[in-house]
């Protein structure tokens, strides 16, 4: 009977332990330090806008292209999963573009000319001069979703409790340490490592191509009509403009930064005021004209994306005899890849098992 100890109570370990107990087999428990409910740097999950403007290439598009009809689906039949259908726009300025082909952009996939994803979503299109802000080159549009992150990961968790898994809390030190911790007092087969950002602490992976992408947003009651993207701003290479407005009043983000290999938790009020700034100019019509004193704030909040060099790692590998499967390392994308992610999770734990029959 496969004994499975998923580590991290962050999206991709909560997705990862919901598709793996939907099979009734499978005896799941979730180990975290923190879980839904915290607020916490070292957990990026509550942080997340989050929305699904997707930023793979082509060629590494699956978590992706796998994980949107599910989000749309719960979007569409699933209100109490806490996430709604939103159009999002996406303004491509043509220094940045530029930039882009010379490869320098932190979200590359997602300001392409012609992108891959505009199969995805059956309402893509380009944006008209007259719908553009004036200094952007050229945009598109297209009907994404907007995840209210406190109720999708208490929902999340919900559907786990339902399928039987264990929630646990507690901290391990060395990976395979928590194949210890399974709720049924046996040693788990597969530790599944969740980690997130913490990958880069946890004995036996210690990664350290891990870094903190740190994004500082502000959360206010202001309501936008659609959610907006841009792909680059004048005041810092590491600085984004984009708006996204929660589902079920979970607020409007205003994004934001994007500064590698920074763990400052704290936000900065200079840089909070240039995002408001940025917000009010691009979209007047968040305080009706009323510039940045018409924004009405809910928080200032700081959330560092697990960003790895190289690219997620969604691999198994044999730890002086436990079987671990690891599942980190997802940037700014890890609920728009949530489910890609945790399908292949199962199926290396199906490898997994195969290997143990032989
Ligand atoms: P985390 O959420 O960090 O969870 C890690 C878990 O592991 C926690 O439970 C932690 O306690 C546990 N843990 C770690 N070490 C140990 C240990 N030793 N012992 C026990 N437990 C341990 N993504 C999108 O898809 N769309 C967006 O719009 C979006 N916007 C974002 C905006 C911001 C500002 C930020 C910061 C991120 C954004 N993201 C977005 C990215 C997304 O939030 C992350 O990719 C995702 O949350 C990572 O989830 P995770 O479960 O891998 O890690």
């Given at each position: ?9 962050g999206v991709s370990?909560l997705t ?20 839904p ?6 957990y990026a999950s509550p942080f997340a806008g989050a929305n699904v403007v997707p930023m ?7 978590w992706e292209?796998?994980t949107w009809?599910e989000l749309k689906?719960l979007a ?5 999963a806490g996430i709604h259908e939103m159009?999002s ?18 979200i ?36 994404s979703v907007c995840i209210n992150t406190a109720i999708y990961l208490a929902w999340l ?39 997130g ?18 994004g500082?947003l502000?959360v ?7 959610m907006?993207t ?12 984009y708006t996204m407005m929660r589902a079920a009043?979970g607020g409007t983000i205003l994004g934001g ?44 909040a700081?959330g560092?994306r697990p ?23 997802h940037a700014g994308w890890g609920y728009q890849g949530s489910f890609?992610c ?17």
């Amino acid at each position: 009977m496969p004994n499975i100890v998923v580590i991290g109570a962050g999206v991709s370990g909560l997705t990862s332990a919901y598709l793996l107990s939907k099979d009734k087999a499978n005896k799941v428990t979730i180990l975290a330090k923190h879980m839904p409910g915290d607020y916490d740097i070292e957990y990026a999950s509550p942080f997340a806008g989050a929305n699904v403007v997707p930023m793979a290439s082509k060629a590494n598009s699956r978590w992706e292209t796998r994980t949107w009809p599910e989000l749309k689906r719960l979007a569409v039949e699933v209100p109490e999963a806490g996430i709604h259908e939103m159009k999002s726009r996406v303004y491509r300025r043509k220094k940045d573009l530029q930039a882009l082909r010379e490869q320098k952009h932190a979200i590359d996939g997602l300001f392409l000319e012609n992108p891959w994803y505009k199969s995805l979503f059956d309402d893509f299109r380009e944006l008209s001069r007259d719908e553009l802000p004036e200094d952007v080159a050229s945009g598109c549009e297209f009907g994404s979703v907007c995840i209210n992150t406190a109720i999708y990961l208490a929902w999340l968790v919900g559907q786990c409790l339902a399928n039987g898994v264990v929630l646990k809390r507690g901290v391990v030190k060395y990976v395979s340490e928590a194949a210890s911790w399974s709720h049924t007092g046996n040693k788990a087969d597969v530790v599944i490592n969740a980690t997130g950002l913490m990958a880069s602490k946890l004995g036996g992976v210690m990664d350290q191509k891990m870094v903190p992408v740190r994004g500082q947003l502000v959360v206010v009651r202001n309501e936008i009509p659609y959610m907006t993207t841009r792909s680059g701003t004048d005041d810092g290479e590491d600085e984004l403009v984009y708006t996204m407005m929660r589902a079920a009043g979970g607020g409007t983000i205003l994004g934001g930064t994007y500064q590698k290999g920074q763990w400052e938790s704290q936000p900065d009020p200079n840089v909070a005021m240039r995002i408001m700034k940025r917000a009010v100019a691009e979209m007047p019509e968040l305080t009706h004209g009323k510039g940045v004193e018409g924004l009405d704030i809910i928080r200032h909040a700081v959330g560092l994306r697990p960003w790895r060099e190289g690219g997620v790692r969604i691999e198994k590998e044999n730890m002086d005899g436990t079987w671990v499967v690891h599942n980190y390392g997802h940037a700014g994308w890890g609920y728009q890849g949530s489910f890609g992610c945790a399908e292949r999770v199962v199926e290396l734990v199906h490898e997994i098992q195969g290997c143990a029959k032989l």
